[in-house]
Nanobody, 123 residues
Framework: QVQLVESGGGLVQAGGSLRLSCAAS????????MGWFRQAPGKEREFVVG????????LYADSVKGRFTISRDNAKNTVYLQMNSLKPEDTAVYYC????????????????WGQGTQVTVSS
């Protein structure tokens, strides 16, 4: 099993910045990639960004390219999501996720999930 714990959510004004973190524990040796999804009120969960663990490969949703940046700290088994130029439409619960499979990484089909952290962007 892999356990994921998110932190760093909060309330910010439009144009502001926020940094989320996700710490992984358990069978982390099996992870191929980690990433972030989000779910806004009344909408389905959507993919935001993913990063592989052993190489510098990333995938970004078009809606966040140029504004969000994912990074990782291998020693701490932690990934981060730096969110800049936040917009009200970024308001959502953000979920950390992990996958053990390359195919899942490409298709945004992840295996493990955190409990989520709320991000609210006011206008």
């Amino acid at each position: 099993q892999v356990q994921l714990v998110e932190s760093g959510g909060g309330l910010v004004q439009a144009g502001g910045s926020l940094r989320l973190s996700c710490a992984a524990s358990g069978r982390t040796f099996s992870m191929y990639a980690m990433g972030w999804f989000r779910q806004a009120p009344g909408k389905e969960r959507e993919f935001v960004v993913g990063i592989t663990w052993s190489v510098d490969s990333t995938l970004y949703a078009d809606s966040v390219k140029g504004r969000f940046t994912i990074s990782r700290d291998n020693a701490k088994n932690t990934v981060y999501l730096q969110m800049n130029s936040l917009k009200p439409e970024d308001t959502a619960v953000y979920y950390c996720a992990a996958t053990k499979d390359y195919r899942a990484f490409i298709k945004h089909e992840y295996d493990y999930w955190g409990q989520g952290t709320q991000v609210t962007v006011s206008s």
